[in-house]
């Protein structure tokens, strides 16, 4: 597993499998990637940044 904190972007990816992309699931803020047999390669956390 890898996560890497995107600060240009403010997201979170954690990348569980090395895959192409198969599909997509969103929801706010949190997509989620699957590969062409429906297991799931990676979760990215949208706007984590608090900003006061």
């Known amino acids: 597993m890898k996560v890497i904190y995107n600060q240009e972007t ?3 990816p ?3 499998a090395e ?3 198969g599909g997509k699931r ?3 803020g949190v ?3 699957y590969d062409a047999s429906g297991n799931l390669i990676s979760v990215h956390s949208l706007k984590n940044l608090v900003k006061m």
Do not use: G, K, R, Y
């Open 10 to 12: 403010d997201t979170l």
């Open 14 to 16: 954690m990348i569980l």
């Open 19 to 21: 895959a192409s992309v």
């Open 26 to 28: 969103q929801t706010p």
């Open 31 to 33: 997509i989620l990637d």
